[in-house]
T-cell receptor
Framework: GQQVMQIPQYQHVQEGEDFTTYCNSSTTLSNIQWYKQRPGGHPVFLIQLVKSGEVKKQKRLTFQFGEAKKNSSLHITATQTTDVGTYFCAGGDAGGTSYGKLTFGQGTILTVHP | DTGVSQNPRHKITKRGQNVTFRCDPISEHNRLYWYRQTLGQGPEFLTYFQNEAQLEKSRLLSDRFSAERPKGSFSTLEIQRTEQGDSAMYLC???????????FGNGTRLTVT
């Protein structure tokens, strides 16, 4: 079955530093989605990428989808304490009856020191 | 839009007992998903529905787990003969279609003693 791996597992940064998390799938994806989960909360949707090589920006966040649609990254510029949380990628299954089913990575826990 | 609602928020049960959780999705969403999450891990897929049809059930899921969505609206997840390893947060999510973003509920935290 489809597997989605995410690295690093943890990232500690000083406020103002940049942060990147990487996501790799064992199979080609129909799309990739990114979610943020605050401590004690549930995952909240951030963005969806569909096209090969797609890049999207949301203020200080930049999301990329690889040319082969098997990997993705999230980059945060100049982190703030409000960025604290766990960031998950979720890959959409590209085939058959499982089309669209999302498989989540294990997440990257981001802590930001003021 | 009242969001995805899950009940109960917390459930403590003794090993061997049966438990049932309920999920009410966003009303116009035809896809409903169940995930399980343990500390430090990402949500693990359990099963999902398109309207009332159950499209897939995780092969990792034992026969003790069953889910229904009888009228294509709310869904229930039942765990029979609970084990300590079933302790986790059970998350429900809904979406408008196959590749649409998921809207999660607040989850039901199960503790099996």
């Amino acid at each position: 079955g489809q597997q989605v791996m995410q690295i690093p597992q943890y990232q500690h940064v000083q406020e103002g530093e940049d942060f990147t998390t990487y996501c790799n799938s064992s199979t080609t994806l129909s799309n990739i989605q990114w979610y943020k989960q605050r401590p004690g909360g549930h995952p909240v949707f951030l963005i969806q990428l569909v096209k090969s090589g797609e890049v999207k920006k949301q203020k200080r966040l930049t999301f990329q989808f690889g040319e082969a649609k098997k990997n993705s990254s999230l980059h945060i510029t100049a982190t703030q304490t409000t960025d604290v949380g766990t960031y998950f990628c979720a890959g959409g299954d590209a085939g058959g009856t499982s089309y669209g089913k999302l498989t989540f990575g294990q997440g990257t826990i981001l802590t930001v020191h003021p | 839009d009242t969001g995805v609602s899950q009940n109960p928020r917390h459930k403590i049960t003794k090993r061997g007992q049966n438990v049932t959780f309920r999920c009410d999705p966003i009303s116009e969403h035809n896809r409903l998903y169940w995930y399980r999450q343990t500390l430090g891990q990402g949500p693990e897929f359990l099963t999902y529905f398109q309207n009332e049809a159950q499209l897939e059930k995780s092969r990792l899921l034992s026969d003790r787990f069953s889910a229904e969505r009888p009228k294509g609206s709310f869904s229930t997840l039942e765990i029979q003969r609970t084990e300590q390893g079933d302790s986790a947060m059970y998350l429900c999510a809904s979406s408008q279609g196959p590749s649409s973003p998921l809207h999660f509920g607040n989850g039901t935290r199960l503790t099996v003693t």
